[in-house]
């Protein structure tokens, strides 16, 4: 790469987040939704419908006009839906969760990201919002990040989960225990998804989600089916179980308390028994550019969620899974085919058996 390429890509970076802010602008003040329902709108009739200045709207409108999302006739000043027009709007609410996401837990955190890297901590939360913890500590406390990350954890939750539980297997009978299975909806998709005879499923997660989680059980008619036990995966996982899953959270920590992890569940299981893992993954080739968790997933996890952390390479979690006394049995990629354009985890599975 020459010096000016290499410049030219410094200039991508550098309007990455007024690029995001002015799309993300456009759907928060309504103009998107405007068009859709009455295209042929001018600026004058946008920002009197909006609130908003007429100049203000040209401006935000000019990079959509740029991108072919939104067309603009010189002549009569008139705006309509381009390439936004073509896009279902379910399709549409899933890619603004997750900028959504991106905007209120992490956007404004990044900017402490040198900090956060130096110190270990979420210094963001620390000089934001007074939080000495995690993203997930603050949730508990704060609204707005609250609504953010759990409409997009449930999204992503219910549309993964069928694709995971197809590549899973989990005996009949069997007694299941979902570590940090946060308020029961990972449970309860087990037992959907698994039904048998006997079967139950264990929510395992901090003292204070079980309130929540029992109620969801009983809301979903599971409650005879499953159950929760409180308790730190740093402390003690509960032994005695056929089957062990994890999802979602193995990324969130660094070698080392992954690997306490690990430890933790293969005591917990029955020799034989098996742990069933869900986690995005980095490229084999870190330089594979249809995957965009290197771009996204540390700034997240160091800067904006745990102050440390971030997925790592199939065949790292395969190695760790190895040292702690399992037998991989599965380690599969989702394909990129079937993963929408607009998503960012590239997410895997990996089965493991205690052999020891």
């Keep these: 790469m020459t010096s000016d390429a290499t410049l030219a890509r410094f200039r991508e970076y550098m309007v990455g987040p007024s690029r ?3 799309l993300l602008s456009t759907f928060e003040l309504g103009i998107v939704d405007l068009l859709r329902k009455t295209p042929g709108l001018t600026a004058n009739e946008l920002g009197k419908a909006v609130g908003a200045k007429p100049d203000a709207v040209e401006q935000l409108l000019l990079l959509l006009v740029k991108e072919g999302f939104i067309a603009h006739d010189e002549r009569s000043g008139a705006y309509a839906l381009d390439a936004l027009a073509d896009v279902a709007e379910s399709d549409l609410r899933r890619a603004l969760a997750y900028m959504n996401l991106i905007k209120v837990t992490a956007l404004r955190q990044f900017f402490y990201l040198t900090e956060s890297v130096r110190t270990g901590t ?3 939360l620390k000089h934001l919002y007074g939080v000495d913890g995690t993203l997930y500590d603050a949730v508990a406390d704060h ?5 953010a990350w759990s409409k997009l954890m449930d999204t992503v939750t219910a549309n993964i989960d069928p694709w995971f539980f197809a590549n899973v297997d989990i005996p009949a009978g069997a007694q299941v225990l979902d570590v940090a299975g946060n308020t029961g909806l990972g449970a309860i998709h087990t037992y959907r998804h698994k039904a048998s005879p006997g079967l139950k499923v264990t929510t395992f997660d901090l003292p204070e989600k079980e309130g929540e989680a029992l109620a969801n059980f009983k809301a979903h008619g599971v409650q005879e089916h499953c159950s929760f036990i409180g308790g730190d995966v740093f402390d003690e996982i509960p032994q005695g179980f056929d089957t062990v899953l994890i999802k979602h959270f193995l990324d969130m920590f660094d070698k080392d308390d992954v690997r306490t992890i690990l430890d933790g569940v293969h005591k917990a299981l029955k020799v034989g028994g098996q742990v069933n ?7 084999e080739n870190i330089k594979d550019t249809d995957n965009y968790n290197v771009d996204f997933f540390p700034a997240f996890f160091i800067g904006a969620a745990m102050g440390q952390g971030g997925p790592q390479k199939l065949s790292t979690y395969q190695r760790w899974l190895e040292e702690s006394g ?5 380690a599969v990629t989702k394909a990129s085919a079937e993963i929408p354009p607009d998503v960012i985890p590239v997410q895997a599975i990996l089965s493991a058996t205690k052999v020891d």
């Design 20 to 22: 995001f802010m002015t």
């Design 122 to 124: 979420t210094a963001g």
């Design 143 to 147: 609204r707005d990040l609250r609504d």
């Design 277 to 283: 893992i869900l986690v995005p993954v980095y490229p």
């Design 326 to 330: 399992f037998q991989v049995t599965k």
